[in-house]
């Protein structure tokens, strides 16, 4: 009987504590980090592969484009 009692609660317990917004969180630790100069501009936009794909690298500095890519994720 204590079996039936517990399962709803271990359920939930498992299943509250896996979070889908692992890449969010991620993105949010990295603009950090970026921000702060733990890790260089440079290694941010090779990994979420920023001004690979059009010319926003030569548009904006770097500075300006870690904002706005930052900024989305911030207030998630």
Known sequence: MKRFLLTPFLLVFIFGCNNPNKTIQQRKIDCADASAGVISYNDFF???????????????????????????????
């Open 46 to 76: 090779k990994k979420y592969k920023i001004g690979i794909f059009d010319d926003k690298r030569e548009d904006y500095t770097d500075n300006e484009l870690l904002k706005e890519f930052c900024e989305f994720y911030i207030f998630q």
